[in-house]
């Protein structure tokens, strides 16, 4: 199994400025992913993070509103950018191991005023 | 193109009774199925996944599920309820060689003393 840390654990911001999670594994797993769960609502993939490249992102997420980092096999770093309302969200990210078990962060719970 | 259709967006039952969540799928490959529970403000916990191997599925927490091909369904089961097990729960289905889940939209599990 693999342990997921994230920070901060949750954080109030104001509209239009930028928030970082970052996200960290104590073991190396082969793939990360960052997840978006809105209010009451199942989670949503927002991207893959790729370990030295630019991240792989799915249809209604772009990177300009998300940058992502994965400088290494274990940490990476989702960015909100010029927040809104609407994303207030909690952010999750995962971690994939070799036998294809997906463990999870606790999330980052945000909410933009 | 995989999707995932959880039956029951609330499931209540009493202490002691059957629980049975439903999850459906739809995938063009061969899938990877798995069952999360989510307590709230907490993160995602695998309960059991299926890899193509045994149809029945042992999960933690005396869950299982059972794989069945011909029905396109992965539900999920447990004898007997404890109030403990109060919690979403969420169905999801990957291909092996992306890692991405794709999730249902959660059950929620009530369970009445």
């Known amino acids: 199994s693999a342990v997921i840390s994230q920070k901060p654990s949750r954080d109030i911001c104001q509209r239009g400025t930028s928030l970082t999670i970052q996200c960290q594994v104590d073991?190396?797993?082969?793939?990360m992913f960052w997840y978006r769960q809105q209010p009451g609502q199942s989670l949503t993939l927002i991207a893959t993070a790729n370990q030295g490249s630019e991240a792989t992102y799915e249809s209604g997420f772009v990177i300009d509103k998300f940058p992502i980092s994965r400088p290494n096999l274990t940490f990476s770093t989702l960015t909100v950018s010029n927040m809104s309302p609407e994303d207030s969200s909690i952010y999750l990210c995962?971690?994939?191991?070799?036998?294809?078990?997906?463990?999870f962060g606790p999330g980052t719970r945000l909410t933009v005023l | 193109a995989q999707s995932v259709t959880q039956l029951g967006s609330h499931v209540s039952v009493s202490e002691g009774a059957l629980v049975l969540l439903r999850c459906n799928y739809s995938s063009s490959v061969p899938p990877y199925l798995f069952w999360y529970v989510q307590y709230p403000n907490q993160g995602l916990q695998l309960l059991l996944k299926y890899t193509s191997a045994a149809t029945l599925v042992k999960g933690i927490n005396g869950f299982e599920a059972e794989f069945k091909k011909s029905e396109t369904s992965f539900h999920l089961t447990k004898p007997s309820a404890h109030m403990s097990d109060a919690a979403e729960y969420f169905c999801?289905?990957?291909?092996?060689?992306?890692?991405?889940?794709?999730f249902g939209q959660g059950t929620t599990l009530q369970v009445k003393p």
């Open positions: 999801a289905v990957s291909s092996s060689n992306t890692g991405k889940l794709i």
């Open positions: 073991s190396q797993v082969t793939m």
């Open positions: 995962s971690g994939l191991l070799g036998d294809n078990e997906q463990f």
